[in-house]
């Protein structure tokens, strides 16, 4: 739908500039995933519109909160349809990111040789199938390697049926980054269990490196080929990692509500291990957030802001864009007029755009939390932790999404919504920036 | 001290940079500040090391936060001491602005003609005297301005002594943002009083406003004549005020706890305008604040934040940031390559000053919120609140600073001290910057 709204707009017959066709587009699909949702197929006693209209921006977004239970209130059909939203929430995401940064004339990722013009000649056409088709073959390899790792898990617990379906939806659920699960209480079944625990984590990792990362990793291979992007990735995600990792183990260790019930030190280290790489991104959650420590929960809301990577399904500002924050930040104090990294420089002109994304996010922050308190009398920092999670297209919860009114879930609704728009148009205006003049050996940061 | 530390570094009998010996000197008027509370002459039944500490560093951070009733713990020896401090502290970073942006060759603001040299010859030391002169004027007829009208007020309700004392350690505390009272409920027992409530936001305004836009504004005199800065300032002051006291009389209208039982709609205007212009940089309150709703609350945490005017003796990230922060935020969505406002342009150099500011403050809140929740058990907003005003050297409080242990008090007082050097000491360094190559004709900003 998007190649074919692309195209369209490329005939000039819809005149649109692509951030609108982007909304547009989601949009299109939020609607027509409310109405499959609505069908008497899709659920087993009937679902108000207003929650089906939830449930399918929850998807489409991929961000994974939810006001019914998915595993009991849908059907498998209903459960197909949420799938399907959410991979093509998901694709969707890649896939434009490609076509406007193509468009853009910006290095696409896969090779810094090819570059696509505006016009999408004959040879920009065959490289963009190209590139549309490796992007296609990473998401099925890893959604069915995910898939097979979980069936090893489901099918004996719960059969060959329902185990297989249940491996295929966490699974793509996880590798979109979408957080939705088929138990109420999300992973928590699964909290001590070592192949879930490193399944899950893993496709949320790559799903949320964004695929330019990916294909760095498999077609350059060698550490110092790698753009500047990929390494800043690749640095930054670890280090958020093992930091975010320790730190909840070390916060929430003798919590007797969350790790403090485990039995050994092993099972502790998974479950942190677990919720901190879901926290940037994926919604998922194998121990009960509401229970955290309020400066666990601070951390948590930190991590969410950060998010993933561009051009991934990750929501925030973008692993790429903090790291910038503080490189620039650096720079200033020490009075440099570029910034260093790996060797290579970065204009401080990027500053602009990283400054223009935080400054958006927190606004939106502020007035989403501002409304909220206006229509919920929760705990302040359960609206703020909802807030940045509906933002951020995380999708974890402290329970408040279940409480809240019809205005309060509008919130929450258009907050995702921005937060899986928002950045990209940010990014589409950032790349049709004027292009800078290249002093230095300058290289290409995605930003948001 | 200020000057005489200042002269020996000229005569570099003492090598520290000029932030350095900012700190330095604050920390020297803190310690002999503690000392001094610490004399049996100052209190009634003496004081503990610590609490002393405390109130000195609040007192000369401006800040306001205590940990033991002024009015009755200290006598009035010792109540002169902390006013001491606040004048000390207050004027000292007025005068220090003055001479570190004039040793750095910057438009002081009294005249654009004036530019003072790091070497600080015969004329240039002459210009200064008067600079200060200038400044110790405004201080000294707005101090004594304020103390004549809240005369009217204190000396018929306490007689001449009390009165008079009262109404001169209200003035000064008020035109110095200090937030010091020597009621424990501060200024509840004048929330309806419209001497007072005309008098004290006044003192505050001007004394928010920084000197330099005073020295315009005194003389100046025409709109047009004035420096970009001072028009920021001036328009951006008058947004916050309008805007904050609108949207805190129609949050807090029906609140029983505050506005609610108040007998008359000029009541709740008349206080609604009193914490909306304190809000922002005076720790004073004529409601109990801890009884605002929580969106209230996160107005105040927001105004606290963007604080008052820079060279003044206001915290925050000053008005004229956030007012760039919000311009380069449009110019980049619209392309342009320099911020305009008032027929005069702000190059986007400015911006890297502002986003070190804003990511330096965010993360200092960030970082004094977490620890605070590692110390305290306590609600997450009344802790985010406490650190805010600690940082912002606002001063106001929602009841957590008296129920803090040691390390909670260490951690707020290690804030005010970085929320009263920091944004000074940034500046600093913001003046240092490289001088703009002039392609428009540009204006200077200050910015923290
Ligand atoms: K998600
Ligand atoms: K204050």
Redesign the interface.
Same mark, same amino acid.
């Given at each position: 739908m998007f190649i074919w709204l692309r195209s369209l707009a490329f005939r000039r017959t819809i005149n649109l500039p692509p951030p609108a066709l982007l909304a547009l587009s989601y949009a299109i699909l939020i609607v027509i995933g409310m109405l499959a949702l609505e069908l008497p197929v899709s659920t087993h006693h009937g679902i108000a519109w207003g929650d089906a209209l939830f449930t399918a921006v929850s998807a489409v977004t991929v961000t994974g909160l939810g006001v019914v239970d998915t595993g009991s209130a849908f059907t498998t059909t209903g459960q197909a349809f949420i799938l399907l939203l959410i991979q093509l929430g998901g694709l969707g995401i890649m896939v434009f990111a490609v076509l406007i940064l193509s468009a853009m004339g910006l290095p696409i990722g896969m090779s810094h040789h090819v570059f696509l013009r505006e016009d999408l000649n004959q040879t920009s056409v065959r490289e963009l199938v190209r590139l549309l088709k490796v992007i296609l073959w990473v998401v099925l390899v890893c959604e069915l390697g995910g898939t097979a790792l979980l069936a090893c898990v489901t099918v004996p617990e719960f059969g060959w049926q329902t185990g297989l379906w249940q491996a295929l939806f966490h699974s793509i659920s996880a590798f979109n980054n979408a957080g939705f699960a088929l138990f109420p209480d999300s992973m928590v079944r699964w909290a001590n269990n070592p192949l879930v625990n490193f399944t899950i984590p893993m496709l949320v990792i790559i799903g949320g490196l964004g695929y330019s990362v990916i294909a760095d990793i498999f077609q350059l291979r060698q550490w110092r080929r790698f753009s500047l992007h990929t390494k800043l990735m690749l640095v930054g995600t670890a280090v958020l990692l093992v930091g975010s990792t320790v730190l909840f183990a070390v916060l929430e260790w003798d919590n007797a509500k969350t790790l403090g019930s485990m039995a050994s030190a092993f099972d502790k280290w998974q479950a942190s291990w677990f919720q901190a790489v879901i926290s940037r991104t994926a919604g998922f959650n194998s121990i009960n957030l509401a229970e955290m420590?309020?400066?666990t929960? &601070? !951390?948590f809301i930190?991590l969410m802001l950060i998010g993933g990577g561009s051009t991934s399904t990750a929501g925030g500002i973008k692993v790429t864009t903090f790291i910038i &924050?503080?490189l *620039?930040?650096l *720079? #200033? #104090?020490r009075?440099q +007029?570029r910034i260093h990294a790996f060797g290579r420089s970065v204009g &401080?002109?990027q /500053?602009?755009? /990283? +400054? *223009?994304l /935080? =400054?958006?996010t927190l606004l939106s922050v !502020?007035f989403g =939390?501002?409304l909220l308190? &206006?229509t919920h009398d929760g705990? #302040?920092?359960n609206?703020l932790f909802e807030a940045v999670s509906a933002l951020a297209t995380v999708g974890v919860s402290r329970g408040i999404t279940g409480e809240l009114d019809q205005l309060g879930r509008t919130i929450i609704m258009l907050l995702m919504f921005i937060g899986r728009v928002g950045p990209l148009t940010l990014g589409f205006?950032l790349a049709? +920036? /004027?292009p800078p003049r290249v002093r230095y050996p300058a290289s290409q940061v995605y930003l948001g």
């Open positions: 420590h309020d400066n929960t &601070l !951390m930190s &924050l503080l *620039a930040t *720079a #200033f #104090f009075r +007029q &401080l002109e /500053v602009l755009k /990283v +400054q *223009a /935080v =400054v958006t !502020m =939390v501002f308190t &206006l705990e #302040f920092l609206l205006f049709m +920036q /004027v």
